[in-house]
């Protein structure tokens, strides 16, 4: 089994696992899999790169078998997770009604540096630059999303986090980041999002694990209106960094000022 960090506090918890640190590999591809037992009865066969399962949301057993493997799992808390290494297949033997279901791919490339500093962007972003995006499945079952670096959103995924167990009425975020790019995804229940680039607020509801909200550098951002068993699932194109955060408004109303052309 492999382990991933989480925090728990009166907030709910959060649990996080980037490229290389805590999966064997650069994430090329995160998947998810909503009520999967009835719409994925089939073993994924063998592939050439290494898989991570793990469960979100409910419980997944899952099979792994072959190359010298050979495991059954029990995916029951989000911070677990089970290896499927390059060569074996895996199988689901059983799961939840509310289980959600998350599969990371190895990139079969690794990835590019990350994207580098301020001096590359030409202003700071707008709550108007923060975009829904209709994300698809790997096939024609509306049960399962899958998101590609570098394909489906405009970085390479050096890290997922998740929101989980919120209470009601609790807010999280409050705060920007200097630089790094994210996509949000309520893959259980749902919650808002209320953007604010310093002049303008704006609030986006997320209620689907087949859309996701594409979050630019640089915008404040407040989560709020958790239903009881929403997961937040985000896609983060940077490693952790409590440098990139900006948690006191203003100072991030003075650093956007800093860096916005005069007109
Ligand atoms: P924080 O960003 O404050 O959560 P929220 O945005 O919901 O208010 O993160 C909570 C704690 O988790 C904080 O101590 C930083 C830590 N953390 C990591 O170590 N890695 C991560 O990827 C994330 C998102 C947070």
């Not at 649990?15 to 640190?21: H, K, P, S, V, Y």
């Not at 108007?128 to 899958?146: C, E, F, K, Q, V």
Request: charged share 25%; aromatic share 6%.
């Amino acid at each position: 089994m492999l382990e991933f960090p989480a925090f728990g506090d009166g907030r709910g918890r959060l649990a996080f696992l980037e490229g290389l640190r805590h999966v064997p590999f650069s994430i090329g591809r995160v998947q998810w899999w909503n009520n999967p037992v009835a719409r994925d009865a089939a073993a994924h066969p063998p592939v050439g790169v290494g898989r991570v399962l793990l469960a979100v949301a409910g419980r997944a057993d899952v099979r792994v078998r072959g190359d010298g493997v050979s495991e059954d799992a029990r995916l029951d808390r989000p911070d677990r997770g089970v290896l499927v290494p390059r060569g074996a297949a895996w199988e689901l033997v059983e799961a939840s009604d509310d289980a959600v279901l998350v599969t990371l791919s190895e990139a079969r490339e690794p990835h590019a540096e990350p994207a580098a500093g301020t001096g590359r962007r030409a202003r700071p972003s707008t709550v108007d630059d923060a975009r829904l995006l209709r994300l698809g499945g790997s096939d024609a079952d509306a049960s399962t999303t899958s998101v590609t670096g570098h394909l489906d959103v405009p970085f390479g995924v050096e890290r997922i986090y998740y929101l989980f167990d919120v209470p009601p009425a609790t807010a999280r975020g409050s705060h920007a980041h200097k630089e790094l790019e994210q996509l949000i995804v309520a893959v259980a229940g749902s919650f808002d999002v209320r953007l604010n680039d310093g002049a303008t607020d704006r609030i986006v509801t997320l209620d689907r694990p087949d859309v996701g909200l594409l979050m630019p550098h640089m915008l404040w951002r407040d989560l709020e209106r958790f239903t009881p068993g929403a997961v937040c699932l985000v896609l983060a194109s940077l490693p952790y960094d409590e440098a990139d955060y900006i948690r006191e408004r203003d100072v991030y109303v003075a650093y956007r000022r800093a860096r916005t052309p005069a007109s």
